[in-house]
């Protein structure tokens, strides 16, 4: 962030992508002029994805991020919704956990038992990690549930899993 008197600067950094917001059209072009002077600028255009959020323009001075596109593939990917994109579960949670869900070890299988095997072959660690991912971009309201399921990752259970994909469907 750069902040001088009536100028006001957003400066991000990614990789090869440098995002910057400015209330000063004036200081834009002279930043451009001067980021030119010493490196390589690609297209200037308008901030479209970052990062693997949607960004989009509302108003003047607004900015919305979305990350429709990835919980579709995530959805895709562990059995949400077909390729079609019709939801292939019963029903639709109305909060991303139930709050008399109780968070236990009992669920899991003893390590010497087939659920346990079977339990093993659920990709839940990567569904957490989308799902933290989420959390951490644009959806916030999800981050306790994912938090309390994560720590099942060791041995969930397929009580953890349906919690889980719940969170997701949400």
């Not at 339990?119 to 916030?140: F, S």
Request: net charge neutral.
């Amino acid at each position: 962030k750069y902040n001088n008197g009536n100028v006001q600067c957003f400066l991000g950094t990614y990789v090869d992508d440098l995002p910057f917001a400015s209330n000063n059209p004036e200081w834009n072009d002279k930043f451009i002029r001067d980021l030119r002077k010493t490196f390589k600028v690609g297209s200037l255009s308008p901030l479209t994805q970052i990062l693997g959020m949607e960004v989009n323009q509302g108003g003047e001075n607004e900015l919305f991020l979305s990350q429709q596109y990835y919980v579709t593939d995530v959805a895709k990917r562990f059995g949400i919704i077909d390729e079609n994109h019709n939801l292939l579960v019963k029903r639709v949670p109305k909060v991303p956990m139930a709050s008399n869900f109780q968070f236990t070890g009992k669920d899991s299988a003893p390590e010497d038992s087939h659920e346990y095997i079977i339990n093993q072959k659920l990709p839940y660690a990567e569904l957490v990690g989308c799902l933290n991912w989420l959390a951490r971009g644009t959806r916030p309201d999800i981050s306790f549930a994912v938090s309390k399921l994560g720590a099942y990752s060791a041995n969930p259970s397929k009580r953890h899993w349906t919690a889980l994909t719940n969170v997701l469907t949400y």
